[in-house]
């Protein structure tokens, strides 16, 4: 039985239009893929919780508000997880890879040119799908 993961993920959008993905760091079989930041949750935190401190810690912002945007599951070889992604309508501070890791801000149409790990594909869809980022 494959470990199964709860995470939460952050799309994050800037005055332009444009959303921050980051590329991994970790040496495993998904290095330097492309997504979208967030984090696991721990014991007894909620999606909303973890996502603000993941945020904080990877990025260095402040989250002020954020709105459901999808769930989705999504099964790797070697572990399963439970996504529960939000956009970002507002933060304060200026995002900065806090965990060595690269960031990039994209033009939604942008993002199907990057190599994003699989799980974040459909994340990538519902972004492409918005028409509008508040």
Same mark, same amino acid.
């Given at each position: 039985?494959? %470990?199964?993961l709860k995470v939460a993920v952050g799309v994050i959008s800037n005055s332009q239009g444009e959303v921050l993905v980051g590329?991994?760091?970790v040496k495993d079989r998904y290095y330097e893929q492309w +997504?979208? %930041? /967030?984090g696991k949750l721990e014991a007894n +935190?909620? %999606?909303e919780q973890a996502l603000v401190r993941e945020l904080e810690e990877e990025l260095g912002v402040h989250v002020i508000a954020q709105r459901p945007l999808i769930d989705l599951s999504h099964s790797y070889p070697d572990r399963h997880v439970e996504l529960f992604v939000y956009l970002i309508t507002e933060f304060e501070g200026e995002p900065s890879g806090r965990e060595n890791? #690269?960031?990039q801000w994209l033009a939604p #149409? +942008? =993002?199907s040119n990057i190599n994003f790990l !699989? /799980?974040?594909k459909r994340i990538v869809e519902a972004v492409q !799908? =918005?028409?509008s980022f508040e």
């Open positions: 039985m494959l %470990p199964k590329q991994r760091t +997504e979208f %930041p /967030g +935190e909620t %999606p890791q #690269a960031l #149409a +942008e =993002l !699989s /799980g974040n !799908s =918005l028409t």
